[in-house]
């Protein structure tokens, strides 16, 4: 959910500095079914019923959904922010993979949030003394905020390089468009 509030921040930085939304038609992303595919295993594995049928497979699910993705990323290293995105996905995947195939939240950032640990299986749980702790869910988007959640480190950079591709993806001229005449 922390994704969504870095796509409106880029949209709305797309805006300010003259950008328009039909360009960010022309971005062109490589393997998107593969990310989609990843994104998609994780809602169904951290939402509903599947999270608690899934037991003991739920960190390897995890593990694999979050390779998905970065393998989509490190796929579109060449658009404008995917470098960013791609540090934050390792970052992130590092302290899933250093703890077993779950992201360590804080307790005092699930609280800040709102949230309770949940039951089943859940992409944060509280662990005494998490392995890569500064890379792990220690912040949390406030309670009153809609969609409040907590967040890492590697949450934040991919959030920036989200942002950073929408922007500059929206202030690109159409293909085809005509530059500056030359003297």
Same mark, same amino acid.
């Given at each position: ?43 169904? @594995?951290?939402f509903?019923p ?8 739920? =960190?390897a ?7 998905? %993705? @970065? ?9 404008p922010?995917l ?11 590092a ?13 005092d ?7 309770? =640990? ?23 988007? =406030?309670?009153?905020?809609?969609m409040?959640? %907590?967040?890492?480190?590697?949450d ?24 500056p005449?030359?003297?």
């Open positions: 959910m922390f994704l969504l509030y870095a796509i409106a921040a880029g949209i709305l930085a797309g805006f300010l500095l003259g950008g328009r939304l039909e360009r960010l038609d022309g971005l062109r992303l490589r393997w998107t079914p593969v990310a989609l595919a990843g994104l998609g295993v994780q809602l169904v @594995l951290f509903g599947v999270g608690d049928a899934v037991g003991a497979l739920g =960190p699910i995890y593990v694999a959904s979050t390779g998905a %993705v @970065l393998a989509f990323v490190v796929r579109n290293l060449r658009v922010g470098p960013v995105v791609a540090g934050g996905a390792v970052a992130n995947l302290a899933i993979l250093a703890n077993g195939g779950y992201m360590p939240a804080s307790a950032a699930l609280t800040a949030a709102g949230l309770d =640990p949940a039951e089943g299986f859940s992409n944060s749980v509280v662990l005494a003394q998490p392995a890569l702790a500064p890379l792990t869910d220690v912040f949390a988007l =406030p309670a009153w905020l809609p409040a959640n %907590v967040f890492s480190v590697g934040v950079l991919i959030a920036i390089g989200v942002a950073v591709a929408i922007t500059v993806a929206m202030r690109r001229p159409a293909r085809g468009a005509a530059g005449a030359e003297a």
